[in-house]
Nanobody, 116 residues
C-alpha cells in the first residue's frame, strides 16, 4: 500500500509560480512511475506530467516548457514546478503512483487556482 500526501497548492496570479510536492510512504525508487494529474470542474482528469523510475519524463502538451516534474529519492518526494501559470491551469492536482504490479495509488488532491 502506498500513501501519497500532496502539498503546495494555492492561489496565484497569472504568470506566477507554484511548486507542488508529493510525499510517498514508501521508497519511490521502488515505484514504477509517479505522476501528476489534474481535474478541472466539469472536465475529465488528465495526466499533466509523469516521471519513471529511471527518470524519463513526459508532459501534457499544454504545459511543456512551463512545468517540470522531478523526484528526490532520498526524501521519497516528487515535485511539480509550475511556472508561467495560466487561468486554464486551475484545477485540483492529484499525485499518482503506479507500482511495479501496476496498482494505482492517489493522493487526496490539492487545489491550484490561477487568477486573471
Amino acid at each position: 500500500q502506498v500513501q501519497l500526501v500532496e502539498s503546495g497548492g494555492g492561489l496565484v496570479q497569472v504568470g506566477g509560480s507554484l511548486r507542488l510536492s508529493c510525499a510517498a510512504s514508501v521508497r519511490i525508487s521502488s515505484i514504477n512511475a509517479m505522476g501528476w494529474y489534474r481535474q478541472a470542474p466539469g472536465k475529465q482528469r488528465e495526466l499533466v506530467a509523469l516521471i519513471t523510475s529511471v527518470g524519463a519524463t513526459n508532459y501534457l502538451d499544454s504545459v511543456k516548457g512551463r512545468f517540470t516534474i522531478s523526484r528526490d529519492n532520498a526524501k521519497n518526494t516528487v515535485y511539480l514546478q509550475m511556472n508561467s501559470l495560466k487561468p486554464e491551469d486551475t484545477a485540483v492536482y492529484y499525485c499518482n503512483a503506479v507500482s511495479v504490479r501496476y496498482s494505482y495509488y492517489w493522493g487526496q488532491g490539492t487545489q491550484v487556482t490561477v487568477s486573471a
